[in-house]
């Protein structure tokens, strides 16, 4: 396992600088710009204009040019995100194929002269709307599913326990799916961030309606890690958002920790098939190089259909004719049916009923079935836990159900 401790790449003063002049702002204030006319909003702009009663900023902002870098971030597994850190407390967050991002800490200016395409997240962040739902278990892990108040996903859709019962609760409100959002809620709500999922882009004219209202929209890409502690390891940006890096840090390091033994043990030689059937009959698996055939492969065994390459995207999925599925994977020792768009399954018959080739496969006829649960794939932080469920069903003949999380056997 790759760097059990932090490190950073320290340019200058290091991180220590960094957090010393970010210790040292405090109060509040939240960016406001043009376009918000249905609803007055109080908070301060990101020029250092205040609302009434509110103290005043400690001083203007320094020009952008006259600051660099004093440490960066450096990652183990995630490609699809950057963290620099600057002297006056700031960080610069820069997300491949979705833009750069300033957090300014509580009431320290914003820098002058900032170029258009870096976007300005005000600290603290109080008021998320969150239409990303694969973030959704990283502030779970935080302990800050508080500082989501509006959700594109309403309570029904939720597998996430501190998600649903928030919503239950009206802690947290159903405030529209991404691509069709309740503005005049949001903007009554004083939405702070809208985090979205790179479906945004489906909807250009909802994140451009967003970003008018005075609403920074920060779009992540943690789908589109293809190592799934790549993916876990978001949690460490989402640490500086909220201003929990040591917290964040300490979760991802026990969560990798916790896989290292598996890492360790021998490959176990297996075979397996991880797929859904579709509503036409059509069989949906992963390509080679997406992260559940990396579990698999981490977790001792070898992903069937090998081969299956193009370009990775979001999803990296294919669909397969039952026939070819047949001839690449009726050999596999075990196979594994993915819950989460047709719904779990208990038994065999349940199975059969979507194709009856299934029969003649060697790991139905010896009893090797399993089917995972509807919550893995909002649970992000549960892929360790994953990893070692694929291990046991691998290395032994009658895994202890009660040591499996995500993961049950058809009976």
């Excluded at 976007?119 to 709307?129: E, F, G, K, M, S």
């Amino acid at each position: 396992m790759r760097g059990r401790s932090r490190r950073l790449t320290v340019l200058g003063v290091g991180l220590a600088a960094f957090l010393a002049f970010g210790g040292g702002c405090g109060g509040s204030g939240k960016n406001v710009t043009e376009g918000a006319d249905a609803v007055s909003l109080s908070q301060a702009d990101g020029t250092g204009t205040q609302a009434d009663g509110a103290e005043p900023q400690a001083a203007e902002g320094e020009d952008w040019s006259a600051l660099s870098p004093v440490g960066s971030m450096e990652l183990d597994y995630a490609e699809q995100f950057s963290v620099d850190y600057y002297e006056n407390g700031c960080a610069l967050v820069k997300i491949s194929g979705s833009g750069s991002y300033l957090t300014v800490p509580e009431n320290c200016p914003v820098p002058e002269n900032l170029p258009e395409e870096i976007t300005v997240i005000r600290q603290p962040l109080d008021h998320i709307y969150l239409a990303a739902t694969s973030a959704m278990d990283l502030f779970a892990g935080l302990d800050s599913v508080d500082r989501i108040t509006l959700s594109g996903t309403d309570a029904s859709g939720w597998y996430i326990q501190e998600a649903r019962e928030a919503m239950e609760t009206g802690r947290m409100a159903y405030a529209g799916k991404y691509n069709a959002p309740d503005y005049e809620r949001i903007l009554a709500e004083g939405c702070d961030l809208a985090l979205e999922s790179t479906m945004i882009f489906h909807s250009p004219e909802v994140k451009e309606q967003l970003e008018r209202l005075g609403i920074p929209v920060l779009v992540e890409r943690s789908s589109y890690e293809s190592h799934p502690l790549g993916r876990m390891e978001w949690i460490r940006l989402y640490g500086v958002l909220l201003g929990k890096e040591e917290e964040a840090e300490r979760i991802f390091r026990e969560k990798t920790a916790a896989v290292e033994e598996v890492l360790k043990a021998e490959k176990t030689g297996k075979t397996a098939a991880f797929f859904y059937i579709t509503g036409t009959g059509s069989v949906n698996v992963r390509k080679s190089g997406d992260y559940v055939a990396k579990m698999i492969e981490m977790a001792g065994g070898t992903y069937v259909p090998a081969g299956l390459g193009g370009e990775e995207n979001a999803l990296s999925t294919t669909n397969m004719q039952m026939e070819a599925f047949y001839a690449e994977s009726k050999d596999a020792d075990v196979i594994i049916y993915n819950s989460t768009i047709e719904g779990e399954l208990d038994s065999f018959d349940q199975l059969l009923e979507k194709s009856s080739l299934l029969e003649d496969f060697r790991a139905v006829k010896e009893g090797n079935v399993w089917c995972t649960g509807k919550n893995l794939f909002q649970e992000t932080l549960g892929l360790g836990e994953m990893i070692q469920d694929l291990h046991l069903v691998f290395a032994e003949e009658n895994p202890d159900p009660a040591q499996l999380t995500y993961l049950h056997r058809l009976e």
